[in-house]
């Protein structure tokens, strides 16, 4: 959608806030400092504030655009030989389509933003680096520490699988429309040879996902329907803590513990 102007008119369906400021877009690039030959994927990249700086530092971009009015005009500005333009929404995205050592860069809409991240976690072992720009309070969530009012189900999901670092906060003002919160960019690098060994990725995500389906009830009655309190002692595990006191070595135990017992019974 265009104004009488010619300019794209931000939809607030798709959550769109166009990143404007110069000196946010420059860090922004040098914290991704991509080489020549890296395989840089940009998610959302709207009006291209970010997309044209990429192409000058590597000699092929891919971007993934839901909007198809926004797809036409980066189709317009940019040629076919360095644009890998694929018009879709991120979320249904098979990354692993793209190959291997894949460098995730955007700035991701904040109504989706943790839908996505789950998402993207599918893939680590594809992913080199994620440099991303989001709500601060999900940034906040996506480092926070057991224990604490930030700690949940994100946190848990994305540490497993990445180290995640804090970089910059971006104000509201960088963005036209200016959103009504406080944005930050995060980078997340998967783990590899680092992260631990999940016997059942499904189990140990149902866990995660019970234990905060109400952060208020103990782990006794939050995981009932797939632990006993016999199983969470074996696993070293007080059936009468809550779930955001568990680290994410506790819940890696615990979902390990529970999946040998299965193969034994």
Known sequence: MRSDDGRHVARKRLGQHFLADRHA??????????????HVVEVGPGLGALTLPLLERV???????????????????????????RVGDALDFDFASLGD??????????????????????????????????????????VAKPATPDYGRLSITLQVRFRIERLFAVP??????????????ARLTPLRGERP???????????????????????????????????LE???IDPGARGETLSVADYVRLANSLAAAARTN
């Open 25 to 38: 877009i420059e860090r922004i690039v040098a914290a991704v400092d991509p080489r020549r030959d890296d």
């Open 59 to 85: 000699d092929r971009l891919t971007v993934i655009e839901i909007d198809r009015d926004l797809a036409a005009r980066l189709r317009e500005q940019f040629g076919a030989d360095r644009l890998d333009l």
């Open 101 to 142: 050592d894949l460098r995730v860069v955007g700035n991701l809409p904040y109504y989706v933003s943790s839908p996505l991240l789950f998402h993207l976690a599918q893939y680590d072992a594809r992913i080199r680096d994620a440099t991303v720009m989001l709500q601060k309070e999900v940034v906040d969530r996506m």
């Open 172 to 185: 509201p003002g960088a963005f036209r429309p200016p959103p009504k919160v406080a944005s930050a960019v």
């Open 197 to 231: 060994r999940l016997d059942d990725e499904r189990l140990f995500a149902a866990l995660v996902t019970a234990a905060f389906g109400q952060r208020r009830k103990t782990l006794r009655n939050a995981l009932k329907a797939l632990a006993t309190d016999a199983d």
């Open 234 to 236: 074996r696993a070293g």
